[in-house]
């Protein structure tokens, strides 16, 4: 992968980047997402934030080298500290990360998200947590991808700041409320791995000498929602 060849999952996150946005990459690595919509003239400029000094000279060399100094600024930076307000940055996007960190970026420097409209998100596990974020701090989920890559799945969420977001139910927050309803055959794949895997952990702590009843349970449910949800869209 480089800044003229992004992979599959960061191709999917570029595409919902608004055409003409200032945006903010954080934890950008390579800064390969931000040079890449620079140079194809789909983005006005913006910051590419690294917290890391090795991927954040990464970052800065790659900007140089394609000459975009002047509409990318590189900052090594922890999360939303990379964003200061003359940045006028109306886009954020943090992919390639646990869902748990994202949600730790975005809510310790939440007033710097004051001038953003669009979040587009990609978590590498931990996808529910970024969504009940989304729900609670004024974001409302616009679209939902999934794309398979390596023999890894992710998923792209992709929000909008708004007054008041919808409420989602716990299962929509698991599942995802766009991914549920379209329930493509990488979404299918993905919780079939997912019921054999929780099947499979059932099976062992069921095997244990003294069986914890509530690990059990906790399990047990976790397959029903799953067998439930993967009937449901006819799998
Ligand atoms: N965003 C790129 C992508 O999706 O391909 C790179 C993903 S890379 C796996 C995660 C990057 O996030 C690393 O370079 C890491 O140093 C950076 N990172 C982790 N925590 C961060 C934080 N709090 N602030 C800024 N960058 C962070």
Do not use: C
């Not at 979040?119 to 931990?126: A, D, I």
């Not at 529910?128 to 792209?156: C, K, S, W």
Request: charged fraction near 25%.
């Amino acid at each position: 992968m480089d800044a003229d060849h992004l992979s599959v999952r960061l191709a999917t996150v570029a595409e919902y980047v608004p055409a003409g946005s200032r945006l903010a990459d954080i934890g950008t690595d390579h800064a390969y997402l931000p040079v890449n919509l620079a140079k194809r003239g789909k983005i006005a400029g913006g910051v590419a934030g690294e917290v890391v000094k090795g991927p954040f000279e990464n970052a800065q060399h790659e900007i140089e080298r394609e000459g975009l100094s002047d509409r990318i600024t590189a900052r090594l930076a922890n999360g939303l500290q990379a964003i200061k307000a003359s940045d006028h940055i109306d886009t954020v996007v943090i992919a390639g990360m646990g869902g748990t960190l994202i949600v730790q970026i975005l809510t310790q420097d939440f007033n710097r998200l004051a001038g953003v409209k669009r979040l587009v998100l990609q978590p590498n596990v931990g996808e529910q947590n970024v969504r009940q974020f989304l729900m609670t701090h004024g974001f409302q989920l616009v679209t939902e991808q999934i794309v398979t890559e390596d023999g890894h799945d992710y998923e792209i969420l992709v929000a909008d700041k708004v007054a008041q977001p919808e409420r989602y139910t716990a299962e929509q927050l698991r599942f995802g409320p766009y991914l549920l309803t379209e329930h493509n055959a990488i979404f299918i794949a993905k919780w079939q791995r997912e019921l054999a895997r929780t099947r499979q952990v059932l099976a062992q702590v069921q095997s244990a000498k003294v069986v914890p009843t509530e690990k059990v349970a906790a399990l047990e449910t976790e397959i029903k929602e799953i067998e439930e949800v993967l009937q449901r869209v006819g799998a």
